[in-house]
């Protein structure tokens, strides 16, 4: 078979250089991704929507497709990756998706709801939830098979306590449970984008490679500002403008929608003119609404881990489980992850390669067989914020915020499969798009949200949905289990994977491919809890069309329909992400008034809170070498503690493309990691074991670096800024210290080698970009180590947070027209994996639209 999934026959899909310099639709969504494809399919069901996706399609990237080549898309840093790399000014190495699926084509898969306080504090009607998660999962939801490792993990997070066992389940509970995997019995990945066969080809426009450069804000009357439309660029370069339709005389009633993630959309609403009017002067972008919230509030879960050496063969696997503690933390494992591409080394050596770099090479080539336990703090309590690097929305912005690292998987010696791809007749490459055209919804980002959102919204409207990267389909690295890592670490251009760096210094991903997140996670799939759910009158402008290129680079202009004499009832919706989405309201003069004037940009709307309450779940791992085979796995199942953390397990991961070790290191190699070294001698077998913290309760923000939205804009995410975040990870990691010197868990440890000795390892193997501690290597407190392993979970969000840049219908404060909904709106990440939620919300807020 070959290793490529085939792409379905998306006739709506195509590159952003076909299309129009304007056109006018009812819906505009701006990013392709987790939320944006759900949201443009249910749009695209009753109005004409445009789906704008800045990456390509994930179709057709083997390193999407493959579990097996996880880490191969995370270390992709070309400039057409799916996954586009930021650093955030915490010096954590993070990624971004850039590619239509966003987020779920680089993700370890792990699928499971939203706890219920989220579902509870967003307003969420439960049923409507309910039904959207079941219609996400039967097209992209599948249940792990757990084997050697992931079982191990399991039994041992019960034996230490992280009780009950609840089984498979999507729901959040207390306990260790197994979840949901995007990736199906041959580890071949489902995204988002597959999301988009429910989308009514009729009334759905996918523009990919379609950068969105500003949302287009009108004053209506004296007072109210509205949005009416998007400027963006193809690949080729060329401007296109997109408008909200309407009628003759009559304002539009449809909506633009950013949908571009939790850095994408706020740093967009800056472009726009939409933020804290200070930063927005700053760069020199005209301040349309003066809001100081946009890019606050940036939080990610803090990640830490532990790598264990295996001395008998394990599989190869990502997120299957999860363990719920009470103690605010959550613990995972992978397995047999490419540990050289997962902590950034790079191969082979020669003379010039320092010999700390060596060292470390050494230490990797000794765990082919090991697993990773991680532990990720939930919430987390500490923010951040994010702010315009400059006017680029190319560049990534500058983001402080909690930091993650890039997991991955080594490449199956079988041979790769890439599944065939759907009939899509509504894809296409945005170079088709006429230069201008006119749509009811126009949905900016094709990931975990916009492909739902895409489908639902075509069965009554004419949607346009506008994903940045490619399709997912016939790209092995995305469907494919085995192929996981392999996502993560192709940094070429194209790659459905664009890697970004937090302010804080952490390396993470972002998607960049139709599909989002979905095309890139560890697969695991559970549902938002039940609180989350439940909790989910000024002046306004309007919104009416979006300007993009394509990939050669020529413009399009995408307008919203309306009837002669009439504004138009269609919306932009922005679904780029919790980068993408704040970055491109930036972008469109939406944010703080004065980093939009600093950029250059014409401040539409000075909205201080966007780009604000930026976080991250920050995660921690164990590498545990084993005597015993161990499985390949990714998420299968999860240990909910009430401690403030989950727990989770892979199995098999290629550590050597997991972990991003850089070459800045000094010094040579700890004494405890070369007595572990000795001792396990070379090893085939080895897995993880993660904490992730739940919340977070620390936050940053974020901002453009610059005004191209193809860069990534700067974010900050505070990691472990908060002590109740800090004091989540030491009982997390508590945790997994008791699981692997369990009895359940004797099979898979070497008996002459100390959970101490893993710990120094980890901490030498763990980089970020952060400044290093003399003594870094060697485990001084559980404190100490949160803070110097930290990495990514890839669960970052903020940026448009609800009630602060958005309303609980998602509609951004002060505009018309104008909705984001993706990741970026999310005070806290719901749950112990926020796919599902996403998912289900580009299912169940589209605008106007009866779901039955």
């Known amino acids: 078979m070959t290793g490529n999934q085939q792409a379905p026959n998306y006739t709506f899909m195509q590159e952003a250089t076909k299309a129009p310099p304007v056109a006018y639709y009812d819906y505009i969504i701006i990013g392709g991704g987790t939320a ?180 287009l804000l009108k004053t209506k009357g004296q007072s109210k500002t509205a949005a009416h439309g998007v400027i963006f660029t193809d690949a080729a370069g060329n401007e296109h403008t997109a408008y909200l339709s309407k009628e003759k005389g009559k304002e539009s009633m449809g909506e633009i929608i950013v949908s571009a993630g939790a850095l994408g959309s706020p740093q967009l609403l800056l472009l726009s003119g939409i933020g804290p009017a200070q930063h927005l002067k700053s760069l020199d972008i005209k301040v349309l609404l003066d809001q100081p919230m946009v890019g606050q509030g940036m939080a990610d879960n803090p990640m830490n881990i532990i790598v264990v050496p295996s001395p008998s063969p394990i599989e190869i696997s990502l997120g299957q489980q999860v363990g719920i503690t009470r103690l605010g933390t959550y613990i995972e494992a992978l397995s047999r992850v490419d540990f050289i591409r997962f902590f950034g080394l790079t191969t082979p050596t020669n003379e010039t390669t320092p010999e700390n770099t060596k060292s470390a090479l050494e230490i990797i080539e000794r765990l082919q067989n090991a697993g990773m336990i991680l532990e990720k703090t939930i919430g987390p309590v500490s923010t951040g914020y994010l702010k315009l690097r400059n006017r680029n929305p190319d560049d990534n912005p500058m983001f402080v915020l ?205 909205q201080p809170m966007v780009g604000q309450g930026m976080a991250d779940n920050p995660m921690n791992i164990i590498i545990v070498p084993s005597p015993s085979p161990v499985e390949a796995s990714l998420g299968q199942q999860v240990g909910i503690t009430r401690l403030g953390t989950y727990i989770e397990a892979l199995g098999r991961i290629d550590f050597v493309r997991f972990f991003g070790l850089t070459t800045s290191t000094s010094g040579t190699t700890p004494e405890p990691t070369k007595s572990a070294l000795e001792t396990i001698e070379r090893l085939q077998n080895a897995g993880m074991i993660l904490e992730k913290t739940i919340g977070p309760v620390s ?122 909904i993706d990741g970026s709106t999310f005070i806290g990440s719901p749950g112990t994996n926020p796919q599902a939620t996403l998912l289900m919300l580009g299912r169940a807020e589209p605008p106007q639209v009866l779901i039955t």
């Not at 990624?95 to 579902?119: K, S």
């Not at 610059?706 to 505070?718: C, G, K």
């Not at 990495?791 to 984001?820: A, E, F, K, N, P």
Request: aromatic share 10%; hydrophobic share 35%; proline share 5%.
């Open 36 to 215: 944006g494809c759900p949201l443009a399919a249910t749009l695209s069901q009753n109005f004409r929507v445009l789906l704008l996706e800045r990456g390509g399609s994930p179709y057709g990237n083997s390193n999407i497709t493959n579990l097996a080549t996880f880490a191969d898309t995370i270390a992709d840093t070309s400039p057409t990756s799916p996954a586009q790399s930021f650093v955030s000014e915490d010096g954590v190495v993070n990624t971004r998706a850039r590619v239509l699926g966003g987020g779920t084509c680089l993700n370890a898969g792990f699928y499971t709801h939203a706890d219920p306080e989220f579902v509870q504090k967003a307003g969420l009607d439960l049923d409507l939830v309910n039904r959207s998660y079941q219609w996400v999962e039967k097209v992209m939801v599948f249940e792990p098979q757990l084997r050697q490792w992931q079982s191990a993990v399991r039994d041992g997070l019960l034996e230490v306590g992280v009780l009950p066992y609840n089984g498979y389940t999507f729901e959040h509970i207390y306990g260790t449970k197994v979840g949901g995997t995007i990736f199906d019995k041959d580890n071949h990945r489902h995204t988002a984008a597959d999301l988009l066969q429910y989308a009514n080809p009729s009334g759905l426009t996918v523009l990919l490679h379609a950068t969105v450069h500003r949302i």
């Open 402 to 606: 909690v930091p993650s690292t890039n997991t991955q998987l080594i490449h199956l010696p079988a041979s790769f499969f890439v599944l065939a791809a759907p009939n899509y007749t509504f894809m296409q490459e945005a170079t088709k798009a006429p230069p201008v055209a006119y749509y009811d919804y126009i949905i900016i980002g094709g990931g975990t949200a916009g492909c739902p959102l895409a489908a639902t919204l075509s069965q009554n409207f004419r949607v346009l949905l506008l994903e940045r990267g490619g399709s997912p389909y016939g790209n092995q690295n995305i469907t494919n289990l085995a192929a996981f890592t392999d996502i993560l670490t192709d940094t070429s251009p194209t790659s459905p994977a664009q890697s970004f760096v937090s302010e804080d210094g952490v390396v993470n991903t972002r998607a960049r491919v139709l599909g989002g997140g979905t095309c890139l996670n560890a697969g695991f799939y559970m549902r938002a809890d039940p609180e989350f759910v439940q909790k989910a009158g000024q002046s306004k402008k309007a919104a009416d069309g979006v300007i993009f290129k394509d990939a050669a680079g020529n413009e399009h202009t995408a307008y919203l329909s309306k009837e002669k004499g009439k504004e138009s009832m269609g919306e932009i919706i922005v679904s780029a992400g919790a980068l993408g989405s704040p970055q491109l309201l930036i972008l469109s003069g939406i944010g703080p008034a004065q980093h939009l004037k600093s950029l250059g940009i014409k401040v539409l709307l000075d």
């Open 699 to 820: 936050t940053g923000s974020l901002k453009l670096r610059n005004r191209n939205p193809d860069d990534n804009p700067m974010v900050t995410f505070n990691y472990f800024k908060e002590p109740e975040d800090l004091q989540r990870c030491v009982n997390g990691m508590k945790i997994i210290e008791g699981v692997v010197s369990s009895k359940a868990f004797s099979n898979f440890r070497y008996p002459n080698v100390t959970v101490e000795s893993l710990l120094s390892m980890a901490q030498y193997l763990v980089k970020n970009i952060q400044p290093e501690r003399s003594n870094a290597s060697t485990f001084e407190s559980w404190e100490q180590y949160c803070k110097d392993t930290v990495l990514t979970i890839w669960h970052y969000h903020g940026g448009c947070q609800v009630g602060r840049v958005v309303d609980h219908q998602y509609r951004v404060l002060g505009v018309d027209s104008l909705r984001v």
